[in-house]
């Protein structure tokens, strides 16, 4: 008898223009179109294999056997490619976060990308990238971009079949990100919950909807002009719009912290000196800032002396999600 081990990595991806909303929770179906910047710091390096003899699906994360709560996340996912493949087998699923040590900035979308990738090899449905982007994305949505690298557009589309990612540029043109851990603590509210509160109760929902399609087309020919300066700006001003729709919400909330402000006004006086660098902040109080990679150190100096306690990490551009070893072996 063989043993099939298949070990697939996926990069996290930074929106420039947020995924902010569900049109269909199920399908993980988005409200808007969104588009990111692939890291290559942070990725999920996760193996999938056959429990031929098994009743459950066993997830075990970073040497851990996960709870039953977090198992059936997995399974329900898992059953997407069970389903689509014809087969019934249990399922082994080993994963491993590669975030530096308690950064807090773990995330659903390398997480998704890499499963995903590894069960379209092991269920061998060898789907190309735009289907099992598709698949990834009723996983998390944010996860849909992380199967392609550099710069990823995540098209909203009209259903489930066409609502995928596709590269828009890989970003090899001095482009970088820096991330400054504001907090390690576990988040309070989801970006699940939190995207699900502003959508049902913020009067501002409606405006950011209508102001993402417009961003998303204007960064997109700040993309296609290289043009870095309109790029930062379009991602700042569309991050900070996200935000606002939280204080419309009912409950109003918040990810932000004192010290989140903190880093928001230093990245302007960075700016101010004549070193351009753009903000940008998801579902929690840490800040990423888009920079240029050839300015990238001498930023990351300044934030770092300001902010000694919570040193700056740096990130190139990622690629898109890939297969690591698919290694047959006896047993
Ligand atoms: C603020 O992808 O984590 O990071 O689809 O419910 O799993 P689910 O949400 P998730 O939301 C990400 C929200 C965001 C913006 C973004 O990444 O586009």
């Given at each position: 008898m063989t043993e099939k081990r298949i070990t697939a990595r996926a990069h996290t991806n930074i929106a420039l223009i947020k995924y902010w909303g569900k049109r269909d929770e199920k399908l993980f179906l988005p409200m808007n179109s969104s588009l990111s910047l692939t890291l290559d710091a942070f990725y999920t390096d996760t193996t999938t294999s056959f429990?031929?003899?098994?009743?459950e699906d066993i997830f075990i994360l970073n040497g851990v056997t996960q709870e039953k709560k977090e198992q059936e996340k997995i399974s329900a996912f898992i059953d997407l490619f069970r389903e689509a493949a014809g087969i019934s087998t249990k399922i082994k699923v080993e994963s491993t976060n590669h975030v530096?040590?308690?950064?807090?900035?773990?995330s659903s979308a390398s997480a998704f990308a890499a499963l995903g990738t590894s069960l379209n090899e092991l269920t061998g449905m060898k789907m190309d990238k735009t289907t099992l982007s598709t698949f990834v994305r009723q996983g998390?949505?944010?996860?849909?971009?992380?199967?392609?690298?550099?710069f990823v557009e995540w098209d909203m589309g009209t259903n489930s079949f066409d609502s995928c990612a596709k590269q828009i540029?890989?970003?090899?043109?001095d482009i970088a990100m820096l991330t400054i851990p504001v907090s390690t603590d576990k988040k309070k509210l989801s970006s699940r919950e939190g995207m699900k509160l502003t959508v049902e109760t913020s009067a501002f929902y409606p405006a950011w909807v209508a102001q993402a399609g417009k961003d998303l087309h204007m960064i997109k020919e700040a993309i296609a002009a290289k043009d870095f300066i309109r790029l930062g700006e379009i991602t700042e001003a569309n991050g900070m719009k996200m935000h606002g729709t939280m204080l419309g919400a009912i409950p109003p909330f918040s990810y932000w912290e004192p010290l989140t402000v903190k880093v928001l006004q230093k990245v302007t006086e960075i700016r101010g000196q004549g070193l351009p660098c753009y903000y940008t902040m998801d579902a929690g109080p840490n800040v990423k800032v888009l920079c240029r990679k050839s300015q990238a150190a001498e930023i990351k100096q300044i934030l770092d002396d300001t902010f000694p306690e919570n040193l700056s990490i740096f990130s190139g551009v990622g690629q898109g999600a890939y297969l690591l070893t698919d290694i047959e072996k006896g047993r």
């Open positions: 429990l031929p003899e098994s009743q530096p040590t308690a950064a807090g900035l773990a998390s949505g944010s996860a849909t971009r992380s199967i392609f690298g550099g540029d890989d970003a090899s043109w």
